[in-house]
């Protein structure tokens, strides 16, 4: 049972190019989030799930893009990364009737 | 929404001493309140949760205070180890919002000398 993984763990990026983070979970989680973490902000929410086929905006949503076709996937895109968004990203998911978190371990990304 | 707080940045314990870190929060609303602990390099990881309705819970070594008055939340860990070190976040739920949101603190390091 791995619960939540997180693809790629770290990478850099150079200004203007794009990537996608996939974040994964096996635990039949209804909602999934996508948090960013800055040194002294703890951890902010930048798009998040309530179900497949179905994305919101967070606190911090520009310059990111979402998508949940299958359940157990939610797919983070940066169109044209920026050096703001030099952060780690962590996915975390739960079920609907419970308040608590699970998270993955996170993807390093910097961008130059 | 409104954000949670702490009180310290850092602290520094001796091993086999009891922690006490703290958390302030703003949103009278809020009705759940959770501690992570994350380990450098990991994800949070869930510790202990308190409802709005309760003010004391205990888990193996930990124990979470809640006082609605003052809008103080507290994590107590008895005979600190050093396997204890790592920065410790407290997160509160607004009912109000959607999709269980938590908002989260900025995260206190908890350092456990030897």
């Known amino acids: 049972n791995a619960g939540v993984t997180q693809t790629p763990k770290f990478r850099v990026l150079k200004t203007g190019q794009s990537m996608t983070l996939l974040c994964a979970q096996d635990m039949n989680h209804e909602y999934m989030y996508w948090y960013r973490q800055d040194p002294g902000m703890g951890l902010r929410l930048i798009h998040y799930s309530v179900g497949e086929g179905t994305t919101a905006k967070g606190e911090v949503p520009d310059g990111y893009n979402v998508s949940r076709l299958k359940k157990q996937n939610f797919l983070l895109g940066l169109e044209s990364a920026a050096p703001s968004q030099t952060s780690v990203y962590f996915c975390?998911?739960?079920?609907?009737?419970?308040?608590?978190?699970?998270f993955g371990s996170g993807t390093r990304l910097t961008v130059v | 929404g409104e954000s949670v707080g702490l009180h310290l940045p850092t602290l520094s314990v001796q091993e086999g001493d009891n922690s006490i870190i703290n958390c302030a929060y703003s949103?009278?609303?809020?009705?759940?309140f959770i501690w992570y602990k994350q380990e450098s390099g990991k994800g949070p990881q869930f510790i202990i949760d308190?409802?709005?309705?309760?003010d004391k819970r205990q888990g193996q070594r930990v124990t979470v205070l809640l006082n609605k008055t003052v809008k103080h939340l507290s994590l107590q860990i008895a005979a600190t180890q050093p396997g204890d070190s790592a920065v410790y976040f407290c997160a509160e739920r607004d009912p109000s919002g959607s999709a269980r949101q938590l908002t989260f603190g900025s995260g206190t390091q908890l350092t456990v000398l030897p």
């Open positions: 975390a998911s739960s079920f609907e009737n419970h308040y608590g978190y699970t």
């Open positions: 949103n009278s609303a809020s009705d759940y």
């Open positions: 308190i409802r709005s309705n309760m």
